[in-house]
Structure formats: structure tokens, C-alpha cells
């Protein structure tokens, strides 16, 4: 953001037509929050602190909805475990799961089970459900991947879920 570097780029590019929106990320709250208050951006992609295994990123989303920005989540599966359930070879942000999250993704699971639902369909509406939030990134690595990801989107959750679910 600094004069002169990739912002005022950015800046230039949208000024001739070539970009329409120019947007901020980092795995690190507090500079997201210092971007979004610095009113230089129109999008905010949230990733590694909002999933149902981490919802450490509300106040971003908060503030970001406050400054009217666009909001995208970039980890609804957690990088894997929230997809793919907590059975063996599960993956939080793409490493073995440690213990804890297999334990909560366990958890979860058997919560969701227990109202026909799949995980992976909870996390992925979850994410949706905040306000402002119009952009999930799912993730695909192959052509089934999509379509877990739609059938995901559009199995029904019973309201019932979400309390039970958020109480972990």
C-alpha cells in the first residue's frame, strides 16, 4: 500500500479498464483489518479464520461489512478435513490433521450425521450464511470435486443443525 508499489499499480490498471475491482487477503487478521480501514479496497478474501472449525475471523467479516466491501471465504473445508471428514489421512490446511481438529472435525461430523446432513455441506452453507458473504471458494482437484461441491450446496440443512453445530 505503500506510494509508488502495488496498490497505486493496481490503481493505474483500474483506471485504464483492465481491472474492475481491486481486492485484499492475508492469513493475518490484523492486517486485514488496517487494509479495510484504510477504505482502499472493494473486496476482502478471508481464509484460514473462518470455518466451522475456526470462526476467529467474525470481526473482519463485521468490519468488512460495515465498510461495504465484497466478501469472499477462501477455506470452508479447512484445507480438507471439513470436506473429506476426520477419518484417516484427514488434512488441515493441507498437512495432517493434529489430534484437536480431528477431534472437533469428529464431532462435527456426528453432529451433522445426526441430522442427515454432510459435513461437507454444513461447512460450505455455514460460510454463506454470515452476512455480506457472497463468495465461498470451494476448491476442486478434479471434475467429482464440483460436484460434491454443488450436491454440498444445495442439500438441505434442517435450522434445527446450526445451533447444535455452533455450540462446539
Not at 476482502?44 to 463485521?62: C, F, M, P, Q, T
Not at 456426528?110 to 461447512?123: D, E, I, Q
Request: proline residues 5%; hydrophobic residues 45%.
Amino acid at each position: 500500500m505503500a506510494p509508488g508499489r502495488a496498490l497505486a499499480a493496481l490503481r493505474r490498471l483500474q483506471v485504464e479498464g483492465l481491472v474492475g475491482h481491486v481486492g485484499v487477503t492475508s492469513s493475518e487478521r490484523e492486517t486485514l483489518a488496517r487494509a479495510i480501514d484504510s477504505g482502499e479496497f472493494e473486496t476482502v478474501l478471508l481464509w484460514k479464520h473462518y470455518h466451522l472449525l475456526d470462526r476467529s475471523g467474525e470481526a473482519i467479516l463485521r468490519l468488512a461489512v460495515e465498510q461495504g466491501l465484497g466478501l469472499i471465504v477462501g477455506t470452508a473445508f479447512a484445507g480438507g478435513i471439513l470436506a473429506t471428514g476426520a477419518g484417516p489421512g484427514a488434512k488441515f490446511f493441507y498437512r495432517d490433521a493434529p489430534a484437536a481438529e480431528r477431534d472437533r472435525a469428529a464431532r462435527l461430523e456426528a453432529t451433522c450425521a445426526r441430522f442427515g446432513v454432510p459435513l461437507a455441506s454444513a461447512a460450505l452453507q455455514f460460510c454463506l450464511r454470515s452476512a455480506g458473504v457472497t463468495t465461498v471458494i470451494a476448491g476442486a482437484d478434479r471434475p467429482e470435486h464440483v460436484e460434491r461441491n454443488v450436491a454440498a450446496l444445495t442439500t438441505p440443512i434442517p435450522e434445527a443443525l446450526w445451533p447444535e453445530l455452533l455450540s462446539d
